[in-house]
């Protein structure tokens, strides 16, 4: 009998186990939300509720210990200035965690692990135009007009198309000779 457990032991040892959560929670507090299984996620949000409550209390105790967990001291900085405040008025359930699917690959439950109090989640990194691309006309400039050597290439038809080709080609030199 596993009696006074305090956690799951998620199919691994403590030293992986706390590896997993605390990049979890690196994760989370980066991105807002994060997506795992449910035994994960269960374990992630006793974490995260503990993380949101030190950076309630502000002090610089609380900074170092979730700084234990975090390892970062921006993602401590965006904590306690940013996540905290906004769970000023209430004192738990600061986390949600909502079903999604069952993995295709094993049928583990996924779940969505978010806080319950932010904003719609932005991306981390600023939007940036795929390589080679031109880059955005600025407001206000003249548009040059695009020389008439850079024509459109023509549609692609396909495959079976250009096999079709070959296959004729094939035929014709083959009766030549």
């Known amino acids: 009998m596993r009696h006074a457990t305090r956690s799951q032991r ?12 605390q990049g979890m929670m690196k994760s989370l507090v980066l991105h807002g939300q994060i997506h795992t299984t449910r035994s994960r996620a269960k374990e992630a949000q006793r974490l995260a509720d503990r993380l949101v409550t030190l950076g309630k209390d502000g002090s610089l105790h609380s900074r170092r210990k979730a700084f234990r967990v975090l390892q970062d001291r921006t993602l401590v900085k965006r904590l306690f200035a940013d996540i905290a405040p ?7 359930g600061y986390t949600r965690v909502a079903r999604l699917s069952l993995r295709q690959g094993d049928g583990a439950e996924r779940v969505l692990l978010a806080f319950s109090r932010l904003p719609a989640v932005q991306p981390a990194r600023p939007f940036a135009p795929p390589k080679g691309a031109p880059p955005a006309p600025t407001p206000g400039a003249p548009q040059r007009p695009k020389p008439h050597e850079q024509e459109a290439p023509e549609k692609s038809k396909g495959l079976f198309e250009g096999l079709r080709k070959l296959w004729t080609r094939k035929k014709k030199g083959s009766a030549a000779s």
């Open 10 to 21: 998620l199919s691994l040892p403590g030293d992986q186990r706390q590896a997993l959560l």
């Open 86 to 92: 906004r769970f000023t008025g209430i004192s738990g």
